[in-house]
C-alpha cells in the first residue's frame, strides 16, 4: 500500500495544511460556528420567552466554543 501526500488533513477535529498556513482551519472554524449559530435561530435567537443573558450563556457555550477550538496553539503574524 503506497502512502499520499496530501494538502490538508483533519486530526482531531482541526484542519491541518501541508505548508503551516491556518486559512483552511479559520475557514472552517467559522463554518462550524455558522453552522451551530443557524442550528439555534429556531430555538433561542427567535424564541421571545428566553432572557439574553440566556442567550448570551448558549452563544459562549455553543457558537464561541466552536469558532475558538484550538486557536491557542494559533500562531499569530
Known amino acids: 500500500m503506497e502512502l499520499g501526500v496530501l494538502d490538508n488533513f483533519v486530526y482531531l477535529g482541526r484542519k491541518l495544511s501541508r505548508d503551516?498556513?491556518?486559512d483552511a482551519e479559520i475557514y472552517n472554524r467559522i463554518a462550524k460556528a455558522s453552522v451551530a449559530c443557524g442550528k439555534l435561530e429556531k430555538w433561542v435567537w427567535l424564541d421571545h420567552n428566553i432572557t439574553v443573558n440566556t442567550k448570551l450563556?448558549?452563544?459562549?457555550s455553543r457558537v464561541l466554543s466552536s469558532l475558538l477550538y484550538g486557536s491557542e496553539t494559533w500562531t499569530t503574524y
Open 20 to 22: 503551516g498556513s491556518l
Open 57 to 60: 450563556s448558549v452563544y459562549n
